[in-house]
């Protein structure tokens, strides 16, 4: 048999085992490859017994060139390198920018043109006015899909995203993909770049905490407040359990709290918290020491810092008692036992799936202070050691009073005595 025959017979061979396989194989395999890439790329998931996530990373640059002054190499799930103009470069950036947070759980970016129109004025520059500058972003992004369709620039490996014009967002080109199943992390190749991003982005301390699994939150209302904010302001559950050294801003009727003087974030939390009682949607455990809610109590017409009467004290007594008398999803825990800190755990999501968030605050130099920062650490080891050693030594404490009508009894006194 000649060479050419015995290869026209192994190609016929090939062709009909090919012809065999089924797309649904070939789909089944590529899932598998892409599992696999994922779960190297991420351990930590399977330790944790979580999904793998598909993950690639931006790396993104200036360079000197009037024409296409981006570069972006794109590694992991896609696999590309390539060159942009300033418009598309702009429009590119605030996507994966985009993308990075809605893909941490974020809302990512509320307004995409203003936000493209403002990266390119900041990185670009430009002598033409803002309704030329404007209507330029408008037509890349009109022919956007169309650009991506042609180049294939976002199709590269085993992920495929594509433009969607309606939301002027990227989304994976595959339906089973959700963007929760991507991680992506945009990386510049200068410090200059990289402070302009992050401030352009405004990534939530949420967010932040979420990917680098531990930060030092401050105390300045834009860190700690919104942090607080974010651990509420969502559709999940929230089920919290706490120290603390003074009652916490949710146990405040709204009044008293606009009285203080507080800040809108933490008023919005108060009441979100109060409406996620009645919703079904909140859950919170608050460990008190009997002290410290004595201390508070200490009337003082002379030292009157949190301008309370004491009328007002009166009031946040008797709300705090129609919350322990009336409302099941929350608990007071009264206890003598001595703890010189702060922690709060947190649990978003369902019962059989949640993620976990610890807050250590340190003890303020004023009792009255409603100022502290933190350490936000996000790891359900953390939170289950917190859980199960710390606060349930306070729990099982000889002094912890946990039945509804004890705690009411306790506070109905000191409503008397006030």
């Known amino acids: 048999m000649s060479d050419e025959s015995i290869t026209n017979k192994r190609l016929s061979h090939l062709e009909s085992e090919i012809d065999s396989l089924r797309k649904d194989d070939i789909r089944q395999i590529a899932d598998e490859l892409r599992q696999l890439r994922s779960a190297l790329c991420s351990p930590e998931a399977i330790w944790n017994g979580e999904k793998p996530k598909v993950e690639f990373q931006v790396f993104v640059r200036k360079v000197n060139s009037e024409r296409k002054p981006f570069v972006f190499e794109l590694s992991g799930a896609i696999e590309q390198l390539f060159k942009a103009s300033a418009v598309r470069g702009c429009i590119l950036l605030a996507l994966f920018l985009d993308l990075q947070d809605r893909s941490s759980g974020g809302r990512g970016i509320i307004d995409p043109i203003s936000r493209i129109k403002e990266l390119y004025s900041q990185l670009v520059g430009t002598k033409d006015d803002d309704d030329n500058v404007l209507s330029n972003i408008r037509v890349a992004l009109y022919r956007f899909e169309l650009y991506l369709s042609d180049t294939s620039i976002l199709n590269g490996g085993s992920l495929e995203l594509k433009f969607d014009q309606e939301s002027c967002r990227l989304i994976p080109a595959e339906d089973r993909l959700s963007i929760e199943d991507i991680n992506v992390n945009v990386v510049c190749g200068d410090y200059t770049l990289s402070r302009l991003l992050e401030a352009f982005l405004n990534t939530s301390p949420l967010q932040k905490v979420r990917k680098s699994r531990a930060l030092h939150v401050g105390s300045e209302p834009a860190a700690q407040d919104r942090l607080l904010l974010e651990l509420f302001d969502h559709k999940l559950q929230v089920r919290e359990i706490g120290l603390f050294y003074r009652f916490s801003i949710h146990s405040f009727p709204v009044h008293i709290l606009e009285k203080i003087g507080v800040s809108d974030n933490r008023i919005k939390r108060a009441k979100l918290v109060q409406d996620g009682y009645a919703s079904n949607r909140v859950q919170f455990k608050e460990i008190l020491s009997r002290q410290s809610v004595k201390d508070y109590l200490q009337h003082d017409p002379t030292n009157n810092q949190t301008k309370l009467t004491k009328a007002d004290y009166k009031d946040h007594l008797r709300f705090l008692l129609s919350l322990v ?23 978003l999501g369902s019962i059989n799936s949640y993620e976990s968030f610890t807050l250590f605050f340190g003890p303020p130099t004023d009792t009255t202070s409603l100022q502290t920062g933190s350490l936000a650490i996000c790891n359900r080891a953390v939170d289950e050691s917190i859980r199960s050693g710390v606060i349930r030594w306070v729990e099982d404490h000889p002094s912890t009073t946990h039945d509804k009508r004890l705690v009411s009894k306790e506070l109905s006194e000191l409503l008397d005595q006030l």
């Not at 929350?330 to 703890?339: C, G, M, R």
């Open 325 to 347: 008398n009336d409302t099941n999803n929350y608990n007071l825990v009264l206890t003598d036992a001595f703890f010189p800190f702060y922690i709060t755990s947190f649990h």
